[in-house]
């Protein structure tokens, strides 16, 4: 069982699907079909902005982004609640930006009234890059407040939302998001090797007038623009794969309905949380109003680590969960609930198993009061089920 | 999620050795498909005799063996444990068979003792038929020794271990096993459609003995023996993915081991009993020591009805059960643990929706309780995990 | 490449269709599905009669209708135009009919008049049992004017359309058909394990006004009357997988359309034919207007044997083909055209193999020649094509 | 069929085996599956140099080699035989190359003693890079002899063998190529979203002592060094499902073993254009010794346009084909025959529906002389064949 914060298990419906017979790219049917899953990808993000799917891992649209849209001397605020937040100063000093670092602590989210006092300070600020759902932390930033004051300011956003795209709420236009880019691999329960990109006009705008745009590269957003939007052709050869794949969990989670399908990822996660509190372990989070839906991260109990807990859940019980990741490691392991995992069937298995093994541990949980109070804490599922 | 009493849900691997492209059955790759696959059948019975693998779900494998063996005035003592015991009793009448029945109420088990004693009564008797594990009660039936008490009497058995095989421990030599019939969508966690038989030597003397034995007929098993075994032909057109499942799942089982194998099932089992009580239900079976290892049958509990658990349980919480089948039904409901089911996750995933399930209907159960009380009860489990 | 004569090579969909996860049958969502499944059926048997779905090879089916049927001392005509049709006495005798044989040579089809005279010579004949597609002398009978003449006279017909059905034209009600069997695995491209069956009300009544009706057994036509058409019931558990890629290729050939589908096997059939002639083969039928659509029988080549021919084809070049079956076998081999090889790229493929290997066996052809002429006798492909 | 020029027709076994389930690309299994797989690769590439298997399809690979190896100002021997070939400037230039280029026509190949005179002409020349394998004119260059040579000058070589890699020989080490970029949905029949890179020492050097060394990007070849060959990390998500599918199509050719696997592609491709000059069409390339043995490439035959053959092909008869690319548009059309198609059975279904096509439009050919010709010319196939 896979339990991890990614990638996750996938639905038999994905599997089949993916194994569909590869088609020559230019088979008719082959443009129709991702033309389709471009459709579906609009509906599931929510957005009438064009979309691009970049055929490479989600890192691939974080730095195409960075590649595409800054400039050398370009001012970015950057803000940083965890791992992904800083790793992405990178791509900003690569690509010549000058970064204006806005950080909280790495179990903390970022508060929207700093990032507005940012940029009153920073009025030269032309970009702001931010993280929807901190993965390796299991916190969500308030994308939507921050992304309107940057709208506000004339500032670009660029928004991973890798783990946060059908697990949080999300909407390009009303939100300020100017390029987002999302993995399938997370919440929707795809499969790993592309990037969901939805892009706005101001977007477009900017990367068609920096000084030199980004074209004829693997990193390049425009390529896609001019191939694949404006003419139906591939700058490459797309993951046909990867393609079907996609197309499946997006028409899983459109069949569910995104209101649904998020409001079920909500729904596990405080019920997740609710579990580990009642076994007397420590969210990662410093409060649950910033939890992410997407896993929930636990402070490593004291006197257990990282291979004793989370090698015995997988070695013993099958269970594979996360560690903590980076400057996080040994600090905290997480429990994912993305995709098909975002039911109370494998919510119980998880707890269960944390739980079993921690008493196997000899450490000094009640058996049961986790599963117990994570089912406690359901809220009424007949109401988002199938 | 198939919780059920069979067919159960099969693995992932399963389902991708079943899509194996369909051969032509002479195809000389399949008819050594079809041996391989023969020999892993003997080592999963654990026996050096011949086995047979008819082409149809298990209950044409029973009513072969009745009508291969059962002469017109053939005395037969059937054992009545349960609905499927009782329904043998039809297939005796109909081959012309005289029943001689020694029956329990359905949620007891036959003591060897009363089948010496019927046998010493019934000097005459040619056959013993028996179930061994009695699917719609969740009990299982003292198989050994009653195997042994038959022989000791010269009376062939009939052996229904549809639901036995890979759950229950089972050798036809030593326990006086001669036409022992299993299915693969049980224990083996394969996909329905196939009779799996082991065949005694006395047995196929008894068959070929016959006043007219059964040839040139769909039930026929001699037909297997002179085609198959004799020949390396077919009978008929064999279910070409049935065989290809049914390898995967053979070659599965003893990759774990028979005895890791069928010890998952009892402890799994044991645990979930465990859980029930904790619950405060009631066991549908008399007592622990013949309860079934394929599933476990609990008592509907006072105020319930079928329609409401199951119903429930399914419908809100993808978790299908089986209810009571023939005159069980209502009296209770079955929670499978076979195949991959049989294993920690698939248990507590089930006892905590079947928890949140009586919750939701205001039946007075602490949450958590039947999950804690299973994982408490499972034992060792690290000693026979992957 | 599997281009035998069943079963045949599948469809990519259809494994991807059978590899959906394994239900348990009272699952609600399965029998619906297994209701869709028969509408399916019937619009593919383009019959408004009963269908049944037994669950076992088609073997089953021929056996159920002798021993739903047939009372001992009923007569049967019974028409052999080659092994299956003679194959078929020994169900007649085994339930205890008089056989009246009309037969004809293996590589002949039977003439209806025939079957007029007979009937008017034997007033007493019950049923009259045909094979309208002879598999192994790939040749078919008129099975519309026999099926209209036993109506004339009052005699219910028992129809092996095996392989006849989805590649030749069928039509139960305008043909006088009474109890039709058919199989998945053969023109309709399936999985082998199902006995596809259209029953006509007079046969439910033959069936059920006979002296001892068949019911409770495997062989039970009856039963799944009771149990599946008159309450949505299992008389047993139905081989599930199975059941998915019937439904599967019954979709795939609905989609493409009854007369289109057919008449891809006419022509394809057509276009082998004349490649064999071209190549200075002689076909096994007697005339061309008798050949079957399923597959293509041919005069074993002077001084050639089955396995230098087939045996070459397949170790060398990867082509499986069938032989010749029963007393049919060294004097004949078989080009199967069923199902996805009813298509000109598998006939030139299958075609261009056999050139090839009787050149390797030095057997005097021009490499070409049967393609060629094959592919000149396709006629408009494109009328009937995707 | 797909027949195209890639991607190209999987097989079953390629698409069971990518439909594994997807892990957690930390889970231990999966890491120990990418060192298997990665072992593989370096059998398929028959070398001892490291190897490397970056996310995204091979232009990724091209792309990153420039960007990795190349410096401002470095010069570049630019060998050019058509689109791929010329379009690898761009990238030349992107990363700050000069270009130094050596063309011939598009249907031509280079001749190395012509890279030899470059060579001394340039002495300052750094890397070479040229294209072994150009799909889009279905010609081979000899890469042997290049490679050779300019390892004489002690220029490192930047080798496109995308459609090369299983279908032509190769040697890295004795060849003295340095960075051979492939990928597996070409000869190797596998699914396009990966490139596979084998790396000499000395051209791991080069990237190090580059002024400034690509790391932390996506192009970064770099850090797949440090992170997997050095640490067994990851720089980011890899591409689970791809990574399935690539050691299937590995395994499946190692099986086969690499002589007799590429023996296939070279005997398929001549017995192509055998058929193809029977049909009195005209190969492109403009001598047989330097045809391809991915695809066969056509010139388009007076009268008729890409739309009317190949659409047809396709629309007609289901047989997908590939046009002519860039500035070849309109001027030829290829038949694919890598992978799974580089077998006799596809070669003569591809060539028979070429030959229907071209009757269809009316244009002058003999029904059956391509695909006679092919199998004439198709050799011992037995000493290669399963």
């Known amino acids: 069982m896979n339990a991890a914060a990614g990638p996750v298990e996938v639905t038999d419906r994905t599997l089949r699907d993916q194994a569909r017979p590869v ?105 702001l890059s931010v993280v929807h759902s901190e993965t390796p932390s299991g916190t969500a930033n308030p994308l939507r407040a921050i992304g309107n004051i940057a709208r506000e300011f004339g500032v670009l956003t660029i928004v991973d939302t890798v783990s946060g ?36 006009p101001a977007a477009w705008k900017a990367m068609e007038s920096k000084p030199s745009p980004l074209r004829g590269s693997f990193l390049s957003i425009l390529d896609w623009k001019s191939a694949w939007i404006e003419g139906h052709r591939f700058p490459y050869t797309p993951s046909v794969s990867e393609i079907y794949a996609l197309e499946s969990v997006l028409s899983q989670a459109l069949e569910i309905g995104m209101e649904r399908y998020v409001a079920r990822h909500v729904a ?34 004291a006197g257990l680590t990282d291979a004793q807990i989370r090698g015995r859940m997988r070695d013993v019980y099958g269970v594979m969960t996360s560690g903590g990741y980076g400057e996080l490691a040994g600090k905290l392991f997480r429990l994912g609930h993305m995709g098909k995992a975002a039911h109370p069937t494998y919510l119980a298995a998880e707890m269960a198993i944390l739980e079993r093994t921690l008493a196997d541990l000899r450490y000094p949980i009640e058996l049961g009061a986790g599963v117990g109070a994570a089912m406690a804490a359901l809220g009424e599922w007949s109401a988002i089920s199938g």
């Open 23 to 127: 088609l020559y790219h230019y088979d008719p049917a082959f443009i129709e079909f991702f033309e389709h899953t471009s459709r579906l990808l609009q509906q599931v993000f929510q957005t009438q902005y064009d979309v691009v799917i970049m055929q490479g891992e989600a890192i691939l649209g974080l730095e195409a982004a960075s590649a595409s849209l800054i400039s050398p001397g370009d001012k970015v605020l950057n803000l940083v609640s965890g791992v992904f937040g800083k790793w992405f100063e990178d791509f900003i000093a690569k690509y010549g930006g000058d970064t204006i670092e806005l950080a909280v602590p790495y179990n903390d989210a970022i508060d929207p009234e700093d990032v507005r006092k940012a940029l009153q300070r920073n009025r030269d600020v032309k970009f």
């Open 268 to 301: 596990i996660a405080r019920a997740c949380r609710a579990g580990i509190k009642a076994l007397g372990l420590e969210l990662w989070a410093a409060r649950e109003e910033i939890a992410a839906t997407c896993c929930t991260a636990i402070t490593m109990p």
């Open 165 to 200: 795209l059908a697990g949080e709420n999300l909407s390009p236009e009303s939100w300020g998001l100017d390029v987002a880019v999302a993995g399938p691999q997370k919440c929707l329960g795809g499969t790993p090797g592309l990037s969901l990109m939805a892009i706005s």
